[in-house]
């Protein structure tokens, strides 16, 4: 099964700064500190590498998780508008 399929090139890119990004590099550098203070290290000082390398992990993963609901969504809805197109005697116009 394949992550993102061809036909998701033709969306716009989600914002680089978007809730998954943010939230899931917060969980790596969390997830840094919480390795630093496992092993008694100081928390804040040591592996400073490690946490930028889980804060960019993060990053990347929550771009691309993000990415791909924005995919699904897009999807769901040219299925519901393809079925209203196909079916208009059941969506009437509101008369007002």
Do not use: C
């Amino acid at each position: 099964m394949v992550f993102l399929p061809d036909e998701s090139r033709s969306l716009p890119p989600p914002p680089l700064f978007n809730k998954g990004s943010v939230w899931l590099g917060f969980a790596g550098w969390m997830s840094a500190l919480l390795n630093n203070a496992f092993n008694k290290r100081p928390i804040i000082r040591a592996g400073v590498h490690r946490q930028i390398l889980f804060v960019t992990l993060g990053w990347f993963v929550g771009y691309q998780l993000v990415k791909r609901a924005e995919y699904v969504y897009a999807k769901a809805d040219r299925e519901l508008f393809e079925y209203i197109r196909h079916h208009p005697v059941d969506f009437h116009a509101p008369t007002g």
